[in-house]
């Protein structure tokens, strides 16, 4: 089956040619034995092996294949993670001084972007499930809201699915942008196995990062942009601007691989592994409304104390993606035995009298902001206790991490609730805050 990157690396290395090139292991020798096996594998841009950011083979096959999979006309590999992508197709969609109609559960990459493109962001209420304590999707109506209070709005971003597995709807909030003239970005960095399960989770979107490395077999930091309406060459350029000039060739091996595995029996397992999910979330208290759109795959827990919870599992040498107050996520994937499972659920039994729910939780705050992102992020800062910030203008952001999404953001002011907010939660008060100097 085809694997055209994979296959034009393996071409390379068999001819044993003389390497007077990058990388200096020479494809001979990396200092491991866990490692040794990729040196052969691990090349630069030359003829034989293509380059990433150009037209021409082995990428014009190995991304278009990826490109049928999702049904978009564009991929556009990335060694950078999903932040390479969030920056990229941000600077798609938008041009330097733009507004942007964001997801306030938008990973901090996006924040991140704001700065660099010199964004100025329009916030959707956080859609907060009081009865799960949890972000649940994005409403359309909140989008036609605010769209129709920002008349000069052309990009929205939001993130689908979350962490704890909720997915929007896309194809609505699609059409409600399109009809405006502007377009949808969607972080969908928790996805990519979505399609191989035969989930609509992105059409409807103009541009989707996904990755690769979260839920499928593939190395990490490796993932894959999707784009509709864009100019292949300008997907091309705005990449080059935020990743590599010297790409990692394994880890995109690793995704041409993926790939042709999850489509020759990978989506299977994935399969089995959904239903499995199913049956955890029978027996345990966890996420499972009907009236939500879920990935089949994810396991969010449902705890009386996350970080406790979390401490007890540690000690049974299983750890989990992440927790907050009331939750524990499990990302499952096709990797995942029934021995995994299994595993899983004694542990859960003995740990028995931490499931249920929690206290109730408030939705994080929004606060109030002073400066614009580019401004603040880059302006003149000094670290300061967070318990000592209350008033001040964050230059950064407070992200509790995982999920990695800012309870504050650069150019917003640290106020009383959002300190209360981040005590609830758990949060180190005694770790710095970098804030605005006082003029």
């Not at 990009?155 to 689908?160: E, M």
């Not at 992105?202 to 509709?228: E, I, R, W, Y």
């Not at 990449?239 to 790409?247: D, K, L, M, Q, R």
Request: with cysteine.
């Amino acid at each position: 089956m085809p694997t055209p990157l994979y296959d034009a690396l393996k071409q390379y290395a068999a001819a044993r040619p003389l390497r007077f090139h990058m990388p200096g292991h020479k494809g001979a020798f990396l200092p491991a034995p866990e490692l040794a096996p990729l040196a052969p594998l691990d090349v630069t841009e030359i003829p034989p092996t293509g380059n990433l950011y150009e037209v021409g083979e082995p990428f014009d096959s190995a991304q278009g294949l990826w490109a049928e999979v999702f049904g978009f006309a564009t991929c556009q590999f990335l060694t950078g993670g999903s932040t390479m992508g969030i920056h990229t197709a941000l600077a798609l969609c938008c041009k330097p001084g733009e507004k942007v109609l964001l997801d306030r559960n938008c990973h901090r990459a996006a924040f991140n972007a704001l700065a660099l493109l010199d964004l100025e962001p329009v916030y959707l209420e956080r859609p907060w499930l009081e009865s799960e304590n949890l972000i649940g999707p994005i409403s359309p109506d909140a989008v036609e809201k605010m769209l129709n209070l920002h008349r000069d709005l052309k990009t929205i971003c939001i993130t689908s699915p979350t962490y704890a597995g909720v997915l929007s709807d896309i194809p609505q909030i699609g059409r409600m942008i399109h009809a405006r003239g502007g377009k949808l970005f969607v972080d969908g960095a928790h996805g990519a196995h979505l399609p191989f399960l035969g989930v609509d989770a992105f059409q409807g979107a103009d541009a989707v990062v996904v990755s690769a490395h979260k839920t499928l077999p593939a190395m990490g930091q490796s993932a894959l942009l999707f784009a509709n309406g864009f100019d292949p060459a300008m997907v091309r350029r705005r990449a080059s601007v935020y990743g590599s000039s010297s790409p990692s060739y394994p880890m995109m091996a690793s995704m041409d691989l993926a790939r042709q595995w999850l489509l020759d029996r990978g989506a299977e397992a994935y399969r089995q592994t959904a239903a499995q999910v199913a049956c955890l979330r029978e027996d345990y208290p966890s996420l499972s409304r009907p009236d939500l759109f879920l990935d089949p795959t994810r396991f969010t827990l449902s705890v009386q104390d996350g970080p406790a919870f979390t401490r007890a599992l540690e000690k049974m040498n299983i750890f989990p993606e992440m927790e907050d107050g009331g939750h524990v996520v499990f990302i499952c994937t096709a990797q995942d035995r029934e021995e995994d499972f299994s595993q899983l659920r004694a542990a859960l039994d003995q740990l028995q009298d931490g499931l249920g729910p929690c206290p109730p939780i408030p939705a994080p705050p929004l606060p109030e902001r002073a400066l614009s992102p580019r401004a603040a992020l880059f302006g003149d800062s000094i670290p300061r206790p967070l318990e000592d910030c209350q008033g001040e203008i964050s230059a950064g952001q407070i992200a509790p991490y995982p999920p990695g999404v800012p309870v504050v953001a650069p150019g917003e002011v640290i106020g009383k609730k959002e300190l209360s907010y981040l005590r609830k939660i758990g949060y180190n008060m005694r770790s710095e805050a970098r804030v605005i100097l006082p003029r």
